[in-house]
């Protein structure tokens, strides 16, 4: 499964480039990740309020999407 995975004619490429270079991601991918975890954050949390929960979902969400942010740009090393 691995194997295939890099080897795959639509990703395989980026999956290469990221474990040939020790696990690193360009800056540029990295903002563009950030971005779309923000989006789909704040999507989610307008659909529940529109379902009208009281509140612990947009706050689950909020914290989620925090986590995710801190470990996108303190874990995941930055290649340049």
Sequence with gaps: MFRWTLT????G???FDYYSTGKTLPKHVKTWIIVFITIMSAVSIWITDLTGDPGYGQVTIVIVWLIGVWFINSKVKTRS
């Design 13 to 15: 490429s980026a999956l």
């Design 8 to 11: 795959n004619r639509w990703f």
